[in-house]
Nanobody, 124 residues
Framework: VQLQASGGGLVQPGDSLRLSCAAPGLTSDYYAIGWFRQAPGKKRQGVSIIRRGDGHTYYLESVKGRFTIARDIANDTLYQQMNSLKPEDTAVYYC??????????????????WGQGTQVTVSS
């Protein structure tokens, strides 16, 4: 699965952004798909993930209530709506897919398809 992420940018605290990930085969080629982020000097962390079969979602505790993951099945696109952004949300965001169900939703280990990152910077 070839993934392509976009939508990052420089915003002020409290602003919103929507990340997009073009994900061909979204309806059939993965077990779970979602967003990860990595800030300089920090470990990669799972931000929002959705499981294909039942739509079960996972959110990083610090983004609950602010970020929403969504799928546009018709257009093979994954989104992450990010509201009330904080400086600590600054990171490179990646979309990734786990095709066989062995991926680690906490850190992305064994997610086997990754898009290029998109930078999100939240600063006043």
């Amino acid at each position: 699965v070839q993934l392509q992420a976009s939508g990052g940018g420089l915003v002020q605290p409290g602003d919103s952004l929507r990340l997009s990930c073009a994900a061909p085969g979204l309806t059939s080629d993965y077990y779970a798909i979602g967003w990860f982020r990595q800030a300089p000097g920090k470990k990669r962390q799972g931000v929002s993930i959705i499981r294909r079969g039942d739509g079960h979602t996972y959110y990083l505790e610090s983004v609950k209530g602010r970020f929403t993951i969504a799928r546009d099945i018709a257009n093979d696109t994954l989104y992450q709506q990010m509201n009330s952004l904080k400086p600590e949300d600054t990171a490179v965001y990646y979309c990734a897919a786990d095709r066989i169900g062995t991926g680690n939703w906490i850190n992305g280990a064994e997610f086997d398809s990754w898009g290029q990152g998109t930078q999100v910077t939240v600063s006043s």
